[in-house]
């Protein structure tokens, strides 16, 4: 399985950028999908998880109401980032995981079974 982050880059405070991650390969036809990032110095901390259907979406409280995880195209899944701050300022993964999330385990790293390889997104003040 391959997933391949796009769409990272410089920007300024307020502005958007759009990620988008594309799984291929594996031969399996859905994964539930979410989208991490780190800072230099700092833990990988989780974003934004959207479950297999679309149905189902989860937010970091630092990004709620900024941020939107969705997935229009089959094994695409996009990340909508308005009012950015400097603090957003990380380089930004996707992971995707096989199974359900087990008891609401959606937000930890380990939960995971695939991950891209980043893309970085800077906001400049």
């Known amino acids: 399985v391959q997933l391949v982050e796009s769409g990272g880059g410089l920007v300024q405070a307020e502005g958007s950028l759009r990620l988008s991650c594309r799984i291929s390969?594996?031969?399996?036809?859905?994964?539930?999908t979410a989208w991490f990032r780190q800072a230099p110095g700092k833990e990988r901390e989780f974003v934004a998880a959207?479950?297999?259907?679309?149905?189902?979406t989860y937010y970091a409280d630092s990004v709620r109401g900024r941020f939107t995880v969705s997935s229009a195209v089959k094994n695409t899944v996009d990340l909508q980032m308005n009012s950015l701050k400097p603090e957003d300022t990380a380089v930004y993964s996707c992971?995707?995981?096989?199974?359900?999330?087990?008891?609401?385990?959606?937000?930890?790293?380990?939960?995971?079974?695939?991950w891209g390889q980043g893309t970085q997104v800077t906001v400049s003040s």
């Open positions: 992971a995707a995981k096989i199974l359900p999330w087990q008891n609401g385990k959606y937000s930890g790293p380990d939960e995971y079974d695939y």
């Open positions: 390969g594996g031969g399996f036809s859905s994964y539930n």
């Open positions: 959207i479950s297999w259907s679309g149905g189902t």
